[in-house]
């Protein structure tokens, strides 16, 4: 299954992103250690909010990733994020504790993924974090889910759902030698990480998540579909090669404590106004009281927001 089908069935896997995602870009500081500056710059304060102040030193360590009026525009956002939401310790090893199991699920490595994007200290990591936690505070605030929302969503998107896992190869002879060995007993999962062309769900023993939660091509789904729990379909040939495909839940899914938490998060993301999300971010700004020690800083942030 290529990049495409990759992208046709995982949508979400990520809450809002990396998985549940990860926060870089304008919502993250790129913190990264550009360590040939530190011995020759001062730590000359070039902008303060009421939640703190940042100097030469701290932009220099982000322009690896972002332009100088960008890394500022980011600092000062995140830090005015992190100061009014003010995520707890224990916050922070929760969502860190998602993140990993969600990367998990995706086939990845998260302490890599972070490693990658040059987040390296695990200050730098848990303040990505931290930045991620203090958002979801922001974007979700003020917006309840009813037990009543929560049934209708199970109701029309759960109740019937399945939980899916897929071997991908080329050809239709290695589909039904596949095949065979899962019908005379081979363990499904390891034929899949040893044969699955699919390589991001052959890492998890061929699991591509619930029917619910991702867009597949229709004759994968028209498939998945007449299956029941532990069933194996015959090869189904797609754009992609030929898959097999065994459901690993339901029809089904129960409403439990977990699958109630997973569905609240879905209506929240759905009930956010990106209008009102908006105005908070420059609500979050102007009441972080940002004052610049030099013109030229502020002259630069104005370039990057427009503003």
């Given at each position: ?17 990396m998985v549940k995602g990860l926060i870089i870009g304008c919502l993250a500081a790129a913190i990264i250690a550009v ?240 209008t009102k999300l908006q105005e908070k971010v420059k609500n979050l700004i102007k009441d972080a009281d940002v004052k ?16």
């Open positions: 299954m290529s990049e495409q089908m990759v992208n046709e069935h995982k949508t979400k896997k990520n809450n809002g992103g360590a040939a500056y530190y011995f020759f710059l001062k730590p000359e304060t070039v902008a303060t909010t009421k939640y703190g102040k940042i100097t030469q030193k701290d932009m220099f360590e982000v322009m690896e990733n972002a332009t100088g009026a960008q890394a500022l525009q980011q600092m000062i956002f995140t830090d005015a994020l992190i100061g009014k939401y003010d995520p707890t310790e224990e916050e922070i090893d929760k969502q860190l504790k998602e993140n990993e199991k969600a990367a998990k699920e995706n086939g990845t490595d998260f302490d890599q993924q972070l490693e990658d994007s040059g987040y390296k200290t695990e200050e730098q990591k848990r303040r990505v974090i931290a930045t991620q936690v203090a958002y979801d505070k922001m974007q979700y605030e003020g917006i309840k889910v009813s037990d009543e929302e929560i049934q209708t969503y199970y109701d029309e998107n759960v109740a019937n759902d399945r939980r899916v896992s897929h071997i991908l190869v080329a050809d239709e002879a290695k589909a039904n030698e596949l095949k065979a060995q899962i019908d005379a007993g081979g363990d499904f999962e390891q034929l899949a990480k040893d044969n699955s062309t699919d390589t991001v769900s052959a890492a998890n023993g061929g699991d591509v998540g619930y029917l619910s939660e991702n867009q597949f091509v229709p004759e994968f789904t028209a498939a998945a579909e007449t299956l029941t729990e532990g069933q194996v379909s015959a090869p189904v040939k797609t754009e992609y090669g030929y898959h097999i495909i065994k459901v690993t839940e339901g029809p089904g899914i129960p409403l439990d404590d977990e699958k109630k938490k997973e569905i609240e998060e879905k209506v929240k993301k759905e009930k956010v106004d990106p610049f020690k030099d013109e030229k800083y502020k002259d630069m942030y104005k370039e990057a927001t427009g503003e």
